[in-house]
């Protein structure tokens, strides 16, 4: 059974960068899309960003176009960013479609999900 697993959240003051990772394990794993996700207090899961891993193809939220950039691989997913403001804190979760899908910003259309890591932006 593939697990994911995120790390790199934290306290960062507004203006600064994290970089989140996810790492699959426990099996053979081709994704079809990965993304990542985000719940802040309150509020919807709502989409952030996703890549297709075959054309390498992204999508980002319009909230974070121009600040993040999501990158990775079959084993590694990535999300980096920058410009940090305090509406981006959130946990924030990495998800994978196993087969291909219609949709990247929908969070029921995502097979596997990590836990989560938790993104404080103070300002």
């Known amino acids: 059974q593939v697990q994911l697993a995120e790390s790199g959240g934290g306290l960062v003051q507004a203006g600064g960068s994290l970089r989140l990772s996810c790492a699959a394990s426990g099996g053979t794993f081709s994704p079809y899309h990965m993304a990542w996700f985000r719940r802040a207090p309150g509020k919807e899961r709502e989409f952030v960003a996703a890549?297709?891993?075959?054309?390498?193809m992204t999508y980002y939220a319009d909230s974070v176009k121009g600040r993040f950039t999501i990158s990775g691989d079959n084993a590694m997913l990535y999300l980096q960013m920058n410009r940090l403001k305090p509406d981006d804190t959130a946990v924030y979760y990495c998800?994978?479609?196993?087969?291909?899908?219609?949709?990247?910003?929908?969070?029921?259309?995502?097979?596997?999900w990590g836990q989560g890591t938790q993104v404080t932006v103070s300002s």
């Open positions: 998800a994978a479609q196993i087969g291909p899908r219609p949709q990247v910003d929908m969070d029921t259309l995502y097979d596997l």
């Open positions: 890549i297709l891993l075959s054309g390498y």
